[in-house]
């Protein structure tokens, strides 16, 4: 099978390793030749959102994926709809916040209070109805934290519109959360489905720095898998979907779907029987799903900013390092670690020395 890949970032590169012991050959579009996909697969150079490349990456192929949700429509509309893999419907909604929230509320799965802000007068009317603290976040394009302001008193309203303002905002509920969850799940091309078990995550700055999984709680992975399998049913989607939650006094809150791979599930390239990466691949190719358990308690801590040296992590016996071939600059996710432990308890206590070791060396952690 040939897969073509739209987005050539770390993503795309996990997918293309993955996909080569079982024969699965990837083909990238990307802007550079300079990217973590072309350095571990073929790829045509070209701007992403042009319909013409992506019809032609199309024609190479036998279906196409994404690394990267945000294509716009018009971009794929001369692509038939069945050979791109997850569907169009489901990248187009989760483009845009206001739209995936709607949709949870749809499927009966919860969301923190939000409105749509497209003027000072909405912005206002929003706060009237949804109190402080809030947060104001554009609704298309945002990632890693980027393009959102938290408001905690009336002196924060000002600054965050002066910020934001000019493009299609949505204000939302503060979440007073305990933890921060995720579920990732995948759906095959003939319906099947299974879950990965819930991973809880830690972000700072609005970047994800560390996630650890399983985390174990019955109630609440019922709750996400309820939830998950609404939204995969509701698409007839086809591939990994990853779910963002808070969890608030044994309730969960979904905040943000990615109709993809998912950073989040990272962990389980070593840590589950089968890889997000390879289960994304087997759905979209058609092939059995597969299993979806979890080999020990891992925790994975992502690289950002700076990369550790590979010698330094690799005197840790239980480490797997993954250096997604980037450079260097502040903010940006260079790769990432994950460390597998018998129990959670001993997985927890190495995460605290490892993250202690990597700060040490100058990691933003
Ligand atoms: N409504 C909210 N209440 C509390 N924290 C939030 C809220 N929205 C976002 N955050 C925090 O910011 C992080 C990034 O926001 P998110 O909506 O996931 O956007 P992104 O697309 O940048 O990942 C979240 O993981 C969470 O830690
Ligand atoms: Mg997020």
């Given amino acids: 099978m040939k897969v073509g890949i739209i987005g050539a970032g770390q993503l795309g590169r996990m997918l293309a390793l993955a996909g080569y012991p079982l024969g699965v050959e990837p083909l990238f579009l990307d802007r550079t030749s300079n990217t973590p996909g072309a350095q571990v697969g073929k790829s045509l150079i070209g701007d992403i959102a042009d319909p013409a490349k992506i019809a032609e990456l199309a024609a190479l192929v036998d279906v196409l994926t994404f690394d990267w949700e945000n294509v716009p429509s018009k ?3 001369r692509v038939p709809a069945a050979k791109i893999r997850p569907c169009v419907r489901a990248l187009e909604v989760s483009q845009d916040r206001m739209h995936e929230k709607t949709l949870f509320r749809l499927l009966d799965v919860p969301t923190a209070e939000f409105a749509a802000v497209d003027s000072r007068v909405d912005l206002d009317r929003a706060l009237g109805q949804i109190g402080l603290p809030a947060v104001l976040k554009t609704r298309v394009l945002g990632y890693d934290g980027k393009g959102q ?6 002196a924060d309203v000002d600054a965050a519109w002066e910020k934001l303002q000019g493009k299609p905002l949505i204000l ?23 879950y990965y078990p819930l991973a809880e995550n830690v972000h700072s700055g609005g970047i994800l720095r560390y996630t650890r999984a399983p985390f174990r709680n019955k109630a609440l992975e019922r709750q996400a898998e309820r939830h998950m399998r609404n939204v995969l049913r509701h698409f007839e989607y086809i591939g990994v979907l990853a779910i963002e939650f808070f969890a608030v006094r044994g309730r969960l809150i979904a905040n943000e779907m990615a109709p993809r791979v998912h950073n989040s599930g990272h962990w389980t390239i070593e840590g589950a029987t089968t890889s997000q990466f390879e289960n994304h691949l087997r759905a979209i190719c058609g092939l059995e799903l597969g299993g979806t358990a979890p080999r020990g308690h891992s925790a994975m801590i992502n690289f950002i900013g700076r990369l550790p040296s590979v010698a330094c992590a690799l005197e840790e016996p239980d480490l797997h390092f993954h250096d997604y071939g980037k450079s260097a600059r502040p903010g940006r996710k260079l790769g990432h670690c994950t460390l597998m432990a018998e ?6 206590a190495r995460l605290k020395s490892l993250l202690r070791k990597f700060r040490r060396q100058g990691a933003e952690l």
């Fill in 75 to 77: 971009a794929r509309e």
């Fill in 172 to 194: 939302e509920d503060f979440v007073a959360f305990d933890r921060e969850l995720s579920l990732i799940g995948v759906r095959g091309a003939k319906g099947a489905m299974a």
């Fill in 149 to 154: 302001a938290v408001l905690r008193t009336p």
């Fill in 343 to 348: 129990t959670a308890a001993r997985r927890d």
